[in-house]
């Protein structure tokens, strides 16, 4: 039993992990942007210096800043990464890093500058070997033309020896190494990140999306990407904006674009792209314009885009995906190290997000709509809280370390060569750190995994953030779930329904399909033209099912069931079949039994007069013998009723066809009897000898012999068998015996017809003799009674179906049968038992010759 539970908890695991996400909520003072360019670039000299580094040269740095607090967050990363590892005496013993004041510009003041070859006066040349190692690292970004720019114009300059490394979103552009050979990109590009926003639609149930992404390489290779996904699982695009990258062309076309997101019955907008691009101006109008939707784009998209405060609705907001980073803890305490007076708690408040105790807060209101009402600036300093990162923050905190680690594996391969190369400087080029830095590959502090070989593909997990625009300039930002493509399918996406309800106030969002889902008995019926979500709902047809929802086909239930009324889900059909328990084919066992015990009576009281006259007088041998062929006529009716199998749907018709033929033929043969008794008045001895011998009995073995050479060959050529009937009765299954070869049960009940019309055709002959006991006009009277009832049976047989069709033959051989009882042999019965006085041979006689 233990090895069996240590089993399951160890096929759990991935979901077990998947389940602990830690909660983190981020506030932010909203800030107003400037329209144009949304995002300035920053430049960071990095180098490798020998001598020690104190904290007041962070401070003296850092006071030098003139820029607003917000582009400084990059500044505050960069020194307490610095500081970080010159704090560690395993990486970098007796050497310091150093960086050099930030500079901010703008796409277009930059291109400016490098027009006017204004640039190499910012940047320290690499002339000093005494003081740093012959190389420069520049931290560029978060913008990638700027990267481009600066590439460019280092490239120009020869006799800068410098590397690059980008902070910011990856840029397929930034990863042609022949382009740019000396451009080391922090972030990797985004695999899996169509992957987790489509797991995050279909938690929602979202099928019905629209899409703005920037009309450029970036933008088509994630719609790529997204489509690819989307076709897996049934999502549609309601539209696709490529928002073109040009500002010219795209307020051209500004209006149209608004008017399809406007007008789009998706609630559901996904958002790629450049923050510093187009898009972003047309975000900022889409939001000022009241465009009330649910974005969902990336971590970058993070920064404030609008100023207008917009009102708790737990059905709109923004979900951001961000790379997943372990916590990076500290942060704050050395940035207050620096100037306790500058960076106190409501700077840093405006700086960048911070995060607090959710738990605490959420155990003073039960959803984010009943705290937004204490959002103000104050009430937040007031609480626990720590400086988080930005994504571009990780980048450049890893970027630090990337240096760090290049530096010191350039130190062992000179210790390791001084003995080899006798004491030779070692080559400290940037070549050098280029051809290492691509090799890089380690565990930064916080957890990230870093590898600095572009050519590999990563697989990233992904925090999901939910942010809100609060009132008095207030941003939330909470996590609420967590995309591992490490786990498998079904288990990589995880969302934490109490954050997310703390948040929203709501576990449920505003759907977002193209067409209602169709329930259980409808199908999917799909327009000619139109997308795969987008479908109409039809009743599903007769007897046909469909038991979930969105089914593109119904299923026919299989012919022991039938649909119920909803028509979403099949019910077992009631096996009718005529049988003892019901009361019709109870009433007719009884009839049977009935008449085959008075049959049995009559046969008995027979036998016990059987020297009386009137039993002389009728063949006794041949009374018997149709008195026991008609007892048996009726006990055959009894293999009719019961569950049908293959042994008794034949034996009911072979069993009634010889039993009834030898009744037949009995009768034939007291009416051929009569016929030579009374009409040869003066016999010949050959003709006494027939009628005393009994050879005449052997005309119901010849007739006998005929009808069982016919069903010898029925059984042969095709048997009745079991046939089940499905498709008549809705509801209802009918089981009845199939006759088997048509002309086979024809011939044999054809033959029955033909030996009742040769036994009425002799009697009628015989029917005014001088017989006291009337034993022709009995006879005779007994077959058209016969005929009457096998004649009628024919059309009404064919016109019912079941149980029906099986009581109407049941009947038919009780009623036939009992026609021949009464009319042969009651009146004998009668004068037997009643009338003794006619029962003898003097009254015969007279009556004879009377």
């Given at each position: 039993m233990f090895t069996l539970i240590l089993f399951y908890l160890l096929l759990n695991t991935p979901l077990l992990e998947m389940s602990f996400i830690p909660s983190r909520c981020f506030w932010r003072m909203k800030k107003e942007e400037k329209d144009g360019e949304l995002i300035e670039a920053c430049f960071f000299s990095l180098r490798a210096v020998q001598w020690s580094v104190e904290k007041d040269y962070f401070s003296n740095l850092l006071d030098t800043l003139t820029q607003s607090p917000n582009k400084s967050q990059f500044s505050l990363v960069l020194a307490f990464s610095v500081d970080e590892i010159n704090q560690n005496p395993d990486l970098l013993p007796n050497i310091s890093l150093v960086f050099e004041v930030p500079y901010f510009l703008s796409v277009s003041e930059l291109k400016h500058l490098i027009h006017a070859s204004g640039l190499h006066h910012l940047f320290p040349p690499n002339y000093d070997c005494i003081h740093a190692l012959n190389c420069t690292v520049f931290l560029t970004g978060p913008n990638w033309e700027a990267s481009v720019l600066f590439d460019t114009f280092m490239s120009s300059h020869e006799s800068q020896q410098a590397l690059q490394l980008t902070y910011g979103p990856f840029h397929p552009i930034l990863n042609d190494y022949e382009q740019f050979p000396c451009i080391h990109q922090m972030a990797h590009e985004d695999t899996s990140l169509a992957m987790a926003m489509i797991s995050f639609l279909l938690y929602f149930n979202w099928k019905w999306v629209g899409l703005a992404v920037s009309d450029n390489e970036q933008g088509t290779q994630f719609l790529s990407h997204l489509k690819r996904e989307m076709e897996k699982d049934t999502i549609c695009f309601a539209f696709v904006n490529m928002i073109p990258v040009n500002m010219v062309v795209y307020m051209s076309r500004a209006e149209v674009y608004y008017n399809q997101i406007m007008t789009s019955s998706t609630n559901v907008v996904i958002l790629y792209g450049d923050t510093d691009s187009t898009l972003a101006v047309g975000f900022r109008m889409w939001e000022s314009l009241g465009i009330q939707k649910t974005w969902v784009t990336t971590s970058q998209w993070d920064v404030p885009t609008s100023k207008r405060d917009f009102t708790l609705d737990s059905f709109h907001g923004t979900s951001a995906f961000a790379h997943h980073h372990g916590k990076i803890s500290g942060f704050k305490n050395f940035v207050q190290t620096l100037?306790?007076?500058?960076?106190?708690?409501?700077?840093?408040?405006?700086?960048?997000?911070?995060?607090?105790?959710?738990?605490?807060?959420?155990?003073?209101?039960?959803?984010?709509?009943?705290?937004?009402?204490?959002?103000?600036?104050?009430?937040?300093?007031?609480?626990?809280?720590?400086?988080?990162?930005?994504?571009?923050?990780?980048?450049?905190?890893?970027?630090?370390?990337?240096?760090?680690?290049?530096?010191?594996?350039?130190?062992?391969?000179?210790?390791?060569?001084?003995?080899?190369?006798?004491?030779?400087?070692?080559?400290?080029?940037?070549?050098?750190?280029?051809?290492?830095?691509?090799?890089?590959?380690?565990?930064?502090?916080?957890?990230?995994?870093v590898n600095m070989n572009q050519k590999e593909k990563f697989q990233k997990e992904y925090d999901i953030f939910y942010i809100w625009n609060l009132p008095q300039d207030f941003e939330l930002k909470v996590k609420i779930g967590k995309f591992s493509p490490h786990f498998t399918p079904g288990q990589q996406f995880h969302l934490s329904e109490d954050m997310f309800e703390w948040a929203t106030g709501s576990r449920q969002m505003l759907p977002s399909v193209c067409s209602a889902d169709c329930h259980p008995g409808f199908r999917k019926f799909r327009q000619e033209g139109m997308p795969v979500c987008c479908f109409i709902c039809i009743h599903c047809p007769e007897n046909e099912i469909s038991n979930g929802t969105n089914m593109d086909?119904?299923?026919?239930?299989?012919?022991?069931?039938?649909?119920?009324?909803?028509?979403?889900?099949?019910?077992?059909?009631?096996?009718?079949?005529?049988?003892?328990?019901?009361?019709?084919?109870?009433?007719?066992?009884?009839?049977?039994?009935?008449?085959?015990?008075?049959?049995?009576?009559?046969?008995?009281?027979?036998?016990?007069?059987?020297?009386?006259?009137?039993?002389?007088?009728?063949?006794?041998?041949?009374?018997?013998?149709?008195?026991?062929?008609?007892?048996?006529?009726?006990?055959?009716?009894?293999?009719?009723?019961?569950?049908?199998?293959?042994?008794?749907?034949?034996?009911?018709?072979?069993?009634?066809?010889?039993?009834?033929?030898?009744?037949?033929?009995?009768?034939?043969?007291?009416?051929?009897?009569v016929v030579l008794a009374f009409k040869i008045t003066t016999p010949a001895r050959r003709m006494r000898y027939i009628l005393v011998s009994g050879t005449l009995n052997y005309i119901i073995l010849l007739c006998t012999l005929i009808q069982i050479i016919l069903c010898s060959i029925w059984l042969g050529a095709s048997p009745p068998t079991v046939d089940i009937d499905a498709d008549s009765d809705h509801g209802h299954t009918i089981i009845v015996c199939h006759k088997g070869s048509v002309i086979a049960f024809y011939c044999v009940r054809g033959y029955l017809g033909c030996l009742a019309l040769g036994s009425f055709t002799v009697a009628f002959l015989a029917r005014n003799l001088a017989d006291t006991f009337k034993e022709a006009k009995f006879l005779t009277f007994s077959m058209p009674v016969l005929c009457t009832v096998w004649i009628t049976f024919l059309p009404v047989y064919h016109s019912t179906k079941g149980k029906f069709m099986v009581a109407l033959e049941i009947f038919c051989i009780s009623s036939s049968s009992a026609g021949m009882l009464g009319c042969i042999f009651v009146p004998k019965f009668y004068i037997i038992l009643l009338r003794p006085d006619k029962n003898c041979l003097q009254k015969i006689r007279e009556k004879s010759y009377s």
């Open positions: 100037n306790p007076l500058k960076y106190s708690d409501k700077y840093l408040a405006r700086l960048k997000w911070m995060n607090f105790n959710c738990e605490a807060s959420a155990s003073n209101c039960k959803t984010m709509k009943n705290c937004s009402t204490n959002s103000s600036l104050e009430w937040l300093v007031a609480q626990t809280f720590d400086m988080a990162f930005s994504e571009s923050c990780y980048d450049i905190y890893n970027a630090a370390h990337v240096v760090a680690h290049v530096i010191h594996k350039m130190i062992l391969q000179h210790l390791e060569n001084q003995l080899i190369e006798n004491g030779k400087e070692y080559d400290y080029s940037c070549s050098k750190m280029h051809s290492l830095m691509r090799k890089t590959n380690f565990t930064s502090p916080n957890g990230d995994k086909l119904c299923v026919k239930c299989p012919e022991d069931q039938y649909a119920n009324t909803e028509q979403n889900h099949c019910i077992h059909k009631a096996v009718i079949f005529l049988g003892f328990e019901d009361p019709l084919g109870m009433a007719l066992a009884i009839l049977a039994l009935c008449f085959s015990a008075f049959t049995a009576l009559i046969l008995g009281i027979f036998l016990k007069h059987n020297d009386t006259a009137i039993v002389k007088a009728n063949n006794r041998s041949l009374s018997y013998i149709l008195l026991m062929s008609l007892m048996f006529c009726f006990l055959c009716s009894l293999l009719f009723i019961g569950h049908p199998n293959s042994i008794s749907c034949i034996l009911q018709q072979i069993t009634f066809g010889i039993v009834f033929t030898v009744a037949i033929s009995t009768v034939l043969a007291k009416t051929i009897t």
